[in-house]
């Protein structure tokens, strides 16, 4: 029996709704529908009852989510012990993140892979995504949080979120009183924004976005990290900011939604393809259970 079935059904039973269990699994929704069929062929009885509005777990469905979770935990600690014996011998692994993706789910991965492995090294690396991927490259490092599209074929990549960007705003600024801000209203603005090689993608979508609303944007005081907020504090321009962004408190910056064509920034764990280390394997696994908890 496929455990990947197993933990398909076991997130579905504990959603009870498809997409939002494709969503947690990162995978499609139709492949979820396929993979709990197939469980239910292989077990000739049905675990799912599903309508137009809701879904729910048949008696048999309920008795077998008990023994799923039980088989998934013994075959999650059976793996744990191989790969712990694995890599009993002292390591280290670099491990690369964006600011941006330090409000997410980072902290949590790198302390539970602390409590797990404590005889590994953590070498941290703050750094925005070109630069990872370089490092990567370079051997530098071995894993990285960061954000796509890549320009890139030899890494691996495993999606974790995604939120659209918000305009921040100095406290004060007429637009900051605004439920929602359109990119014409920044015609006369200054805009504050990464240096275009540390993500072009996105970079150049903003540009873009402006373009379209039929100006050239005014940029300045190109920064990185959270020197934006600081800068959009001392009233030096708009800059545009994850809304997890808010976490890092600041009584002089306001958080307005962008009302059209919002970018969306994206957030993912990658390693280069041809790495077969356990260690990098046993730190993928971490990020894969802190993401569907997430």
């Not at 409590?115 to 690396?125: C, G």
């Not at 730190?283 to 802190?290: I, L």
């Amino acid at each position: 029996m496929n455990t990947e079935w197993l933990r398909c059904f076991v997130v579905l039973a504990k959603t009870l709704n498809f997409r939002r269990a494709a969503e947690q699994l990162h995978m499609a929704q139709p492949s979820l529908s396929r993979a709990i069929a197939q469980l239910e062929t292989e077990l000739g009885v049905q675990l799912v009852k599903r309508t137009t509005r809701q879904v729910q777990l048949t008696t048999a469905g309920q008795v077998f989510l008990t023994e799923a979770q039980a088989i998934l935990l013994r075959t999650e600690q059976a793996i744990r012990a191989v790969r712990q014996t694995a890599i009993q011998a002292s390591g280290r692994l670099g491990v690369g993140f964006t600011e941006m993706a330090l409000q997410t789910i980072v902290p949590k991965v790198l302390s539970v892979f602390r409590d797990r492995f404590p005889q590994i090294e953590l070498d941290i690396f703050e750094a925005c995504t070109e630069n990872q991927v370089e490092a990567l490259q370079l051997a530098k490092i071995d894993v990285g949080f960061l954000h796509p599209p890549l320009r890139t074929s030899f890494l691996t990549v495993l999606p974790i979120d995604r939120e659209p960007l918000m305009f921040a705003l100095p406290v004060g600024h007429p637009l900051s009183l605004q439920e929602a801000i359109a990119w014409s209203e920044l015609a006369n603005e200054t805009l504050i924004l990464h240096q275009r090689q540390d993500g072009p993608v996105l970079y150049d979508y903003i540009i873009h976005c402006c373009e379209r609303a039929g100006f050239t944007p005014k940029i300045a005081h190109r920064a990185t990290g959270q020197t934006f907020i600081g800068l959009v504090t001392a009233q030096l321009g708009i800059s545009l900011l994850a809304p997890s962004m808010q976490q890092v408190k600041n009584p002089g910056v306001v958080f307005v939604a962008i009302a059209d064509d919002a970018p969306t920034l994206e957030y993912a764990f990658v390693w280069r393809r041809e790495d077969a280390s356990p260690i990098v394997e046993a730190f993928r696994q971490v990020v894969e259970e802190v993401a569907v908890e997430w």
